[in-house]
């Protein structure tokens, strides 16, 4: 299991809650996703989808984060290599969003490098532009 430290802690970071509890953040920031898409469908810029969702989460209780800086580690330095979470939600769900004709192999290994790079277990994938948010929505895990 890769652990790093992330900016936001002094703390490492385990794999932290239950599978259940896991399961439970990623069925509700789904519902949300939902609820953000049926408002507004496809066809919009990723930005527009990622701060609405991020209102969205917050008005369920959840602490979210937008576009957390995801440095790299490479021996004993710490380089800025430009890695950002689009929403991180509980510190314990990586949110990557996307407005793409079809999610490729490129995008789930992106949340992978995030996955590993920030030591968090879970995280979803998800293409607002298509017709139906659940046809475009991927749940990865390490």
């Excluded at 049926?38 to 930005?47: D, H, M, N, V």
């Excluded at 969702?53 to 369920?60: A, F, P, R, V, Y």
């Excluded at 209780?61 to 490479?74: A, I, K, N, T």
Aim: proline share 2%.
């Amino acid at each position: 299991m890769l652990v790093s430290m992330l900016p936001w802690s002094n703390q490492m970071l385990n794999h932290r809650g239950t599978e259940a509890q896991r399961d439970t953040l990623s069925e509700k920031v789904i519902g949300a996703a939902i609820t953000v898409h049926r408002a507004l469908g496809p066809g919009l810029l990723e930005s527009a989808y990622e701060a609405c969702l991020e209102l969205e989460i917050k008005e369920l209780g959840l602490r979210v984060e937008r576009q957390v800086e995801v440095p790299l580690h490479y021996k004993t330095i710490k380089l800025d290599a430009g890695y950002r979470l689009d929403l991180l939600v509980e510190r314990e769900l990586i949110l990557e969003l996307k407005t793409v004709e079809k999610l490729l192999a490129i995008h789930q290994a992106q949340l992978l490098t995030y996955l590993k790079l920030t030591g968090i277990s879970t995280g979803l994938l998800m293409n607002f532009h298509v017709a139906k948010l659940a046809d475009g929505i991927k749940r990865l895990k390490l």
